[in-house]
């Protein structure tokens, strides 16, 4: 009797250890263990798909306690009642609001409290937990607002079908157009690279200078004063490097060649030349800072071109003025020299207006120096 009476000891304390630990572990997780805790109510008015008892709640993104029950409210059924133990500092405010945030793409959800001014008093019971407002917007789970999502998507492409079709027709034509027409691409976009600069290299444009005259016929006279030469002025036109051609009466048209500088900069420096070739003028010069000529001659380039019609000739012409240092117009006079050229191409030209330009700076010189 002794041994069973020692035995029904033994299991009853066995039984007794075993409900305390079943105790202790419940306490530990329905009150949160040994830190004090408070208890909320949340009454949402749609699914809280995903939270169970046991999922944590959050405030402000930090884990402030769990929830401890969920039940339907039998007095709505569109209602779900979660039960909150919170820790007890957690500054809960009557403004504070709940709502759902899943943890990641995939992650569980779980309640989340957010805000409330610190003024606000802290939410008030009547005769049970106090409740805390809910978010309408915040309560949507993700798959509810996905399917929200692509009903509204599926809404946008019913009413406007017949437009996406007509747009998908023109790209359609659009691509066979690209299709039938690929050549003449092909040749527009290397077009638009050479433009550019792009694409193969072309070949260097060949490059002509003109000939200051020497022949001159012997003069006695001495030259009075001394004589500056400034830039020829010019349309824009004649305002080039290039060689230009005239093929009708009003229209010009560029060679594939040019000079070795821009025009009323190559007549000045081959005009001056030909005075210093001439040896009539003594003192020829370009205008330059702190020289004081006594006369000036003014040109103004009228002609610098290859003529088609009526038969290919080189024609030049520019008129000239002699002003003196007090502004008096000493002379003025129009030169003007045409000669024939065998061909048209841009060597033809050059020599043809190389020629021509002879004669009219050589008829130029004699005539400045008949005045000066």
């Known amino acids: 009797m002794e041994t069973q009476a020692r035995y029904s000891l033994i299991g009853l304390f066995t039984l007794c250890v075993i409900v305390a630990a079943f105790a202790f572990v419940y306490w530990l997780r329905g009150t949160g263990g040994f830190s004090e805790r408070e208890t ?25 306690g769990e929830v401890t029950e969920l039940r339907l409210n039998p007095d709505d059924p569109r209602q779900v009642i979660a039960m909150l133990s919170l820790d007890a500092n957690t ?6 609001q709940a709502g759902l945030v899943s943890q990641g793409l995939m992650g569980a959800p779980s309640i989340a409290l957010r805000g409330g001014t610190p003024t606000a008093p802290r939410p008030s019971s009547t005769g049970g937990a106090p409740v805390l407002k809910v978010d309408p917007a915040a309560s949507q789970d993700l798959s509810q607002t996905a399917r929200e999502a692509l009903r509204r998507l599926d809404t946008l492409i019913a009413d406007n079908a ?11 034509t659009f691509s066979e157009a690209l299709a039938r027409n690929s050549g003449r691409l092909d040749r527009i976009l290397e077009a638009l690279e050479r433009l550019g600069g792009g ?9 002509y200078d003109l000939s200051a005259p020497h022949a001159f016929p012997p003069y006695d006279k001495t030259a009075g004063g001394q004589l500056t030469v400034p830039e020829p002025s010019a349309l824009v036109l004649f305002d080039t490097q290039k060689i ?26 081959k005009i001056i030349h030909s ?10 010069a370009r205008p330059t800072e702190g020289l004081t000529a006594d006369y000036q001659l003014l040109i103004e380039i009228r002609s610098f071109q290859l003529m088609l019609l009526p038969e290919p000739s080189a024609d030049v012409e520019f008129s ?11 002379g003025s006079r129009i030169l003007h020299a045409s000669v024939p050229v065998q061909a048209t191409d841009a060597a033809a030209a050059a020599a043809g207006l190389n020629q021509a330009f002879g004669k009219a700076a050589t008829e130029l010189v004699l005539w400045v120096s008949s005045l000066i």
């Open 275 to 284: 005075f210093e070739n001439a040896n009539y003028p003594q003192a020829v």
């Open 199 to 207: 694409g193969p290299a072309k070949a260097s444009a060949r490059i």
């Open 162 to 172: 017949e437009p996406l079709h007509g747009i998908l027709a023109n790209l359609s």
């Open 320 to 330: 000239a003025k002699i002003l003196a240092g007090d502004g008096r117009l000493v």
């Open 244 to 269: 230009l051609a005239r093929p009708q009466a009003d229209q010009s048209v560029a060679l594939d060649a040019q000079w070795s500088d821009s025009l009323p900069k190559l007549l000045q420096a």
């Open 40 to 64: 909320y109510q949340v009454v949402f008015e749609s699914p809280v798909t995903g939270v169970l008892p046991g999922s944590p709640v959050l405030f402000n993104g930090i884990a402030a």
């Open 91 to 96: 500054p809960v405010r009557a403004d504070t």
